[in-house]
């Protein structure tokens, strides 16, 4: 097995920059907690963002996290809060649920955290060998249960739509090969199987040829892009007018939901269909954006900090009109075929 290159999307092996909270700049200016406003952070992960918002205004943080470890490592944040924040177990997803009260903004920063890629055993990272597991929540199925028992044409289909990966259907056959042979326990496990089918790293190869396996098996062990999904629409109906939602994505899948979400919400699609020519079918928008397309790093942080070098930051105003009916084809989460074992 060759040695992989760390992606530009993943932390720094150094850990200098282990748990500096991405775009935080451009984060607080879009997101502008003011005093007496109830902020939701849909993903706490180090506590980056809270703690900063906490600096910001004196504003109360409701916080969330699926990670128990996280959970548990932010119970001195709440401590020195003083009360003012509220820090939950659970999905973004299921935000509406936890938090149970208007607010007047929301934070999501989506995908796998820092920490998580640093600890081996939690196998997220290719780069350190570990059980091969991927799981945020640590429930449910494993990344080593999809790859052990699942047919091959279910394995090309989740490496292929979520992992973007052309090499599909050889990586996939050559998963059910190494598996005839030995289960694939660990993540080394995992990458010589890949590596049977794509060959190692070579010198000119930006990324390993894993990542994209280990990213489509993790957003699939996770329901990454479904939670998205219902994490935006949920902060339609949790909003105040005025209130703000704010997104920073590390990938294409994510970041193609997130701009399909605003521009829907926000009117900027084809005025009539060609079932009502030269009429406007658009419904009253739910948010105005406050600026065209994202927001991307600075120079100086993306020196500083590899991790910001993929990272897109989307953000809408809530205007006063009625939530829209959720819908998660419309903003281009993909479904999966049912799996048939």
């Known amino acids: 097995m060759s040695t992989p290159k760390e992606p530009a999307s993943h932390a720094p092996p150094d850990g200098a920059s282990r748990h500096v909270p991405v775009l935080l700049q451009e984060v607080l200016q879009a997101l502008a907690p003011a005093d007496d406003e109830v902020i939701v952070d849909g993903t706490f992960g180090a506590g980056g963002y809270t703690r900063a918002i906490l600096a910001q205004a004196k504003c109360r943080v409701v916080a969330i996290d699926r990670d128990p470890t996280a959970i548990a490592a932010g119970q001195a944040a709440v401590v020195a809060s003083g009360g003012r924040l509220k820090l939950l177990h659970g999905t973004f997803g299921e935000m509406e ?44 199925r494993s990344a080593a249960d999809l790859v052990n028992t699942l047919p091959a044409e279910a394995l090309a289909d989740i490496i292929f739509v979520l992992g973007e990966e052309h090499r599909s259907r050889h990586i ?16 080394f496990d995992l990458v010589r199987a890949v590596e049977a089918a794509t060959g190692p790293q070579r010198a000119k190869d930006r990324t390993h040829p894993a990542t994209r396996t280990f990213q489509a098996l993790r957003i699939y062990v996770n329901g990454e892009l479904d939670e998205l ?35 829907q919400r926000s009117g900027n699609v084809p005025i009539s269909s060609r079932h009502a020519p030269g009429i406007d079918t658009r419904p009253v928008p739910t948010f105005t954006l406050p600026f065209k397309g994202h927001v991307e790093g600075s120079e100086d942080e993306l020196a500083r900090n590899p991790r910001a070098r993929s990272a897109k930051l989307r953000s809408g105003v809530r205007t006063t009109a009625q939530a829209l009916p959720a819908d998660l084809a419309l903003i281009g989460v993909p479904e999966l075929k049912p799996v048939r074992h």
Do not use: C, N, Y
């Open 172 to 187: 996939a056959r050559a998963i059910v090969k190494a598996r005839d042979e030995a289960p694939l326990r660990t993540t």
């Open 97 to 140: 649920d936890l938090v149970a009260e208007m607010v007047d903004g929301i934070v999501l920063d989506i995908g796998v955290s820092s920490m998580q890629l640093d600890e081996a055993e939690r196998g997220f990272s290719f780069l350190r060998d570990g059980p091969l597991d991927m799981r945020m929540s640590a429930e449910g």
């Open 229 to 263: 999904g219902h994490a935006l629409f949920a902060a339609e109906r949790m909003l105040k007018p005025g209130g703000r939602l704010v997104v920073v994505t590390f990938h294409s899948l994510e970041d193609r939901v997130v701009k399909r979400f605003f521009a």
